[in-house]
T-cell receptor, first 118, second 110 residues
């Protein structure tokens, strides 16, 4: 259980184009999803928290107009990198939060999407 | 904002027990501590989660002292396939956000 998928697993695009990344919880409903970015040999950095049916909460320094997040259903959140530039090249990982029987929230992560902007 | 810190790297041999510690001085009162394993170019995989004292599952144990300012992930008998980066994830009392630790790169040798 608690499987999270991401699509695509990798994408290469030209500078100035937009890229959409999908995150799905396959066997559970997730009220909250998270988007992270990870640069080589670094830890995961939270970009934004996404709640179904409401606007995402972005972390300091993350441009909301550049990284558009839509959480249209309890199983799907999308991240769109608009007008991508080479410095946006990174590994993007989503997670979905599920509340267990003991009332504890646990994040389960997708496999990640490698974005390369030429 | 105090960082959630871990040793950068650790080396071990197959069959040995490995203990990885995470220091989290600003842990939020009500938050649990979660540990993840990450292989290159993959998302983190859940290992174990706990609030205090000791938690054990089929792959690891988690030790948390009474003050909860640190936690130790214990892998009982590592194998080559345990070579990975291990992260703790902890809630910060000042920001009320979950923060990943700096990560520990574990290398297991035959």
């Amino acid at each position: 259980g608690a499987v999270v998928s991401q699509h695509p697993s990798w994408v290469i695009c030209k500078s100035g184009t937009s890229v959409k990344i999908e995150c799905r919880s396959l066997d559970f409903q997730a009220t909250t999803m998270f988007w992270y970015r990870q640069f080589p040999k670094q830890s995961l950095m939270l970009m934004a928290t996404s709640n179904e049916g409401s606007k995402a909460t972005y972390e300091q320094g993350v441009e909301k107009d550049k990284f558009l997040i839509n959480h249209a259903s309890l199983t799907l959140s999308t991240l769109t990198v608009t007008s991508a530039h080479p410095e946006d090249s990174s590994f993007y990982i989503c997670s979905a939060s599920v509340r267990g029987l003991a009332g504890v929230d646990t994040q389960y992560f997708g496999p990640g999407t490698r974005l390369t902007v030429l | 904002l105090a960082k959630t810190t871990q040793p950068i790297s650790m080396d071990s041999y197959e069959g040995q027990e490995v203990n990885i510690t995470c220091s989290h001085n600003n842990i939020a009162t009500n938050d649990y501590i979660t540990w993840y394993q990450q292989f290159p170019s993959q998302g983190p995989r859940f290992i174990i989660q706990g609030y205090k004292t000791k938690v054990t599952n089929e792959v690891a144990s988690l030790f948390i002292p009474a003050d909860r300012k640190s936690s130790t992930l214990s892998l009982p008998r590592v194998s080559l396939s345990d070579t990975a980066v291990y992260y703790c994830l902890v809630g910060d009392m000042n920001t009320d956000k979950l923060i990943f630790g700096t990560g520990t790169r574990l290398q297991v040798f035959p």
